[in-house]
């Protein structure tokens, strides 16, 4: 049953405050005042190895990976204020990921390593851009 909330109900359903209502029941830790977009895909395998936390935006149909083939389950760490953009990545392949406090993970990235905080990644795979004053 968890399965079929975490993957079929939660990520169609229209409001923010159900969605990450059931993505709480399923096991996900999840912050205060976060706002996850539709059709995101969190690995249900590893709901406790997901971490969320307060005032971070999931953009629409970020999908999260903690394990794989020929690989342990890993931990995803999403600190406070951090901003995913749409159709992102986040994979943790070998090893714990963390993205950072205040940090940007632009549209369509590949996330495979750690983000610091305050720090804007893009591409596939990521990598930190320096902004421009």
């Not at 204020?81 to 993970?105: F, L, N, Q, T």
């Amino acid at each position: 049953m968890q399965k079929f909330i975490c993957q079929n109900v939660a990520p169609n359903c229209v409001t923010n405050f159900m969605r990450v209502r059931l993505y709480r029941l399923c096991g996900f830790k999840i912050g205060k005042n976060t706002f996850i977009g539709m059709k995101c895909y969190l690995d249900d395998l590893c709901a406790d190895k997901v971490v969320i936390g307060n005032n971070v935006t999931i953009s629409y149909g970020v999908y999260f990976a903690c394990h794989g083939r020929k690989q342990g389950h890993n931990r995803i760490i999403i600190k406070d204020r951090a901003y995913i953009g749409m159709r992102a990545s986040v994979v943790a392949p070998k090893g714990d990921v963390e993205i950072g406090e205040w940090a940007i993970v632009g549209a369509m990235t590949l996330v495979n390593k750690s983000i610091p905080a305050g720090k804007t990644a893009v591409g596939i795979p990521c990598r930190i851009i320096e902004k421009k004053e």
